[in-house]
């Protein structure tokens, strides 16, 4: 991933990692074969890797024939890695926005044996910025569940986000 898809990802949290895949029959001749549908759900599609210790995997409800994917950023997206038979919590998932490492993308669905060849473009995350602080200088919707701390300590300020308590 880029460097500025790492680190601190709190703000993204409630947004949304949005990307295309393309599968490509190189051996056939057939240009964007979409995933089997058999074996699409069989395995998570993205596996995000956050503070040295949590692994999050994203499971795909449904095929997209245009190959593009948006994937929540919310608990209710995501299970453990490990402990997958229990639902993730909102705590856990802060956890591990608050110091991305990785993210990766499975991108290949159907038989390799074919040649297929794969790529992935229009890669994007959601981030929050407080108010009129757009670098473009365009004006972005706001963040839903992210709201300026108005409670912290003088010289500290945050973002609270959902009903969380502040970090300051």
Not at 33 to 51: E, H, W, Y
Not at 118 to 127: C, F, G, T
Request: with cysteine; aromatic share 8%.
């Amino acid at each position: 991933m880029p460097p500025s898809f790492t680190g601190d990802r709190t703000s993204s949290y409630n947004g949304y990692f949005r990307f295309r895949i393309r599968n490509d029959d190189n051996y056939r001749g057939r240009p964007h074969v979409k995933p089997a549908s058999s074996t699409f759900r069989l395995f998570p599609q993205i596996l995000l890797i956050g503070n040295h210790r949590i692994e999050l995997e994203h499971i795909p409800m449904e095929v997209y024939e245009d190959g593009k994917y948006k994937v929540r950023l919310h608990e209710s997206s995501w299970r453990n890695r490990v402990t997958s038979q229990i639902a993730l919590t909102r705590k856990q998932m802060m956890v591990a926005l608050q110091n991305v490492q990785a993210a990766y993308i499975r991108a290949t669905y159907n038989d390799m044996t074919r040649g297929d060849s794969i790529s992935i473009s229009e890669l994007s995350l959601d981030v929050a910025v407080p108010e009129g602080g757009s670098e473009t200088g365009v004006e972005s919707p706001l963040a839903i569940g992210v709201e300026q701390c108005e409670t912290c300590h003088d010289g500290y300020e945050s973002l609270r986000l959902d009903n969380a308590m502040p970090q300051c």
